[in-house]
């Protein structure tokens, strides 16, 4: 199966299927020399996993990760990092009663039309809980963009037709409930809008927004390797997200360029600063400076318990109805898988941009290196 890597200088490759024996990813790339701990990873996991509330799976995963190599003495050594979860509380036997049919907006009729064949217990690779793997590995990106001033903040900005007010915004609010939404009226409305649906037997979708904050200009390359591409493709390839957009987004086609042009100042330090941030913090595929700021759409969680029409492997026609656990929405556990790999994106431009200009290598390699070698 190709497609399970991700990354050219930070590069991941996740494993493991849900009802599999565990999950886990192997990270290539990291620098040597970063503190690091099963601690640093878990509490980055223990917001994406199940059994939170009851708008999240009851699936009862403890979702403790492992390192198996790649760190002596809580440090890391510049070699491959292995992390591995176990899977602790599957049920195969939930899907027992659909391994034949099509569940209806997930991924099982394309597996089986690339492959021949399909892992039904709980969707194999393309389960959510594969997401385990990225965000394991998107912790050990996110500990190293700290160190380097740089912060990766998503949440949930809308659940439903429920979205914050920009007027009650409010970051530490998201903690302070269940949907990670950062309005205490909007997330008390949502939770009300979800218990409605989970009524009908239904489910919802909403966005999840990320911002970006310390990253200086010049990260980016500036013809595939754009920094608002690459985002766009790994937010893209998290399960579920239909949309992406940055900045303005949308909202830029309906816009003149008088109004979405960003106009410059120098600030009181003579540094370079936008008036505005219509263009999300990216100009030409390059940070500008300013805040990185988008968005990601996700779609209702496929996995409803009303009866949905459907087709078997063998041609027949029929309608079930989707036992077992899962999540009413999926947006609040997605806020930090959408963190992740935005951490993982910006740490590997950031990586490949160190080979931009002559006067960097110098530095590193004429440098320091050079008076190291002479026993300086």
Not at 289 to 296: H, M, N, T, W
Request: charged share 25%; net charge neutral.
């Amino acid at each position: 199966m190709a497609g399970s890597t991700f990354g050219d200088q930070f590069k991941i490759m996740t494993w493991g299927e849900s009802h599999g024996k565990g999950i886990g990813v192997v990270v290539d790339g990291c620098p040597a020399g970063l503190s690091l701990c099963e601690a640093d990873i878990q509490k980055y996991l223990d917001r994406r996993k199940p059994g939170q509330s009851k708008f999240t799976t009851q699936r009862q995963e403890g979702d403790q990760v492992e390192i198996l190599s790649g760190v002596f003495e809580g440090k890391t050594t510049g070699t491959p990092i292995a992390l591995e979860v176990r899977n602790t509380d599957q049920r195969s036997r939930d899907y027992s009663a659909i391994k034949d049919s099509y569940r209806p907006g997930h991924g099982d009729y394309t597996f089986d039309a690339k492959y021949g064949f399909r892992d039904y217990r709980g969707g194999g690779r393309s389960s959510g809980r594969e997401t385990i793997g990225r965000v394991a590995a998107g912790a050990i990106a996110l500990k190293i963009l700290e160190d380097l001033g740089i912060s990766i903040q998503a949440y949930t900005k809308s659940v439903g037709s429920v979205s914050v007010d920009p007027e009650r915004f409010d970051l530490e609010q998201m903690w302070q409930n269940r949907l990670y939404m950062p309005d205490r009226k909007a997330a008390l409305e949502a939770e009300a809008y979800l218990e409605e649906a989970m009524a009908r037997k239904d489910s919802v979708g909403g966005v999840a927004e990320c911002v970006i904050i310390g990253l200086p200009p010049g990260v980016g390359e500036p013809v595939f390797d754009k920094l608002d591409a690459n985002l766009a493709k790994a937010i893209l390839s998290i399960g579920a997200v239909k949309a992406f957009e940055i900045g303005d987004g949308l909202k830029a086609a309906f816009s003149a360029g008088s109004g979405n042009n960003d106009s410059f100042r120098l600030d009181s330090n003579g540094q370079v600063v936008k008036e505005t941030n219509h263009s999300g913090g990216v100009l030409g595929g390059i940070s500008d400076g300013s805040a990185v700021l988008f968005r990601a759409a996700i779609k209702p969680t496929p996995s409803i318990a009303s009866r949905q029409k459907s087709v078997t492997r063998d041609g027949r026609e029929l309608e079930l109805e989707i036992s077992g656990r899962h999540d009413p929405i999926i947006v609040p556990r997605a806020v930090v898988v959408v963190e992740a790999m935005a951490a993982l994106v910006v740490l590997d431009l950031m990586l490949a941009g160190m080979s931009s200009r002559m006067e960097w290598l110098r530095r590193i390699y004429g440098g320091e290196l050079h008076d190291y070698r002479n026993g300086k």
